[in-house]
């Protein structure tokens, strides 16, 4: 079993909701919960893919309902929406491929040289604009 955490809507005025992808399909993570017959812990985790990631019990309670998940949790006609919309952080990386990093690295550099600045990752950080 492949499993995604999504974000998703319904229609375009619809409230943001957690979903998940099981083997490519859309299911409500809640809804999975009450269909596997076990209460969701008592807590707001699942108003956001971030919150759910952050507790461990709902992750765990998300997980297990999941694996078998029943079939009246599956979601038709949604709009899958980004994991987390609007990340407080961005991180990326310079090169896609180690081939494209090893044509960026310059001609001139030699041997251990060389080899360190492969095994060094070109990540670097965005900042939001407000």
């Known amino acids: 079993m492949t499993l995604r955490l999504i974000s998703y809507r319904e229609n375009a005025g619809a409230p943001v909701r957690v979903g998940a992808l099981v ?3 859309p299911y409500d993570v809640i809804a999975a919960i009450e269909a596997a017959g076990t209460a969701a812990p008592e807590c707001e985790c699942f108003c956001s893919v971030a919150d759910l ?7 765990a309670s998300a997980r297990v309902a ?3 998940v029943d079939e ?4 038709e006609g949604i709009e899958i929406l980004a ?4 990340p407080p952080k961005l991180f990326c990386l310079a090169t896609n ?11 001139h550099l030699q041997g251990g040289q060389q080899q360190r600045e492969l095994d060094t990752p070109r ?3 965005m900042r939001r604009c407000a």
């Open 23 to 25: 083997d490519d399909r």
């Open 53 to 59: 990631l952050a507790c461990e019990d709902c992750l």
């Open 66 to 68: 999941l694996e078998e």
């Open 72 to 75: 009246s949790a599956a979601l």
């Open 83 to 86: 994991p987390i919309p609007s």
């Open 97 to 107: 491929f180690m081939s494209h990093m090893q044509e960026s690295i310059s001609r």
């Open 123 to 125: 990540v670097f950080r």
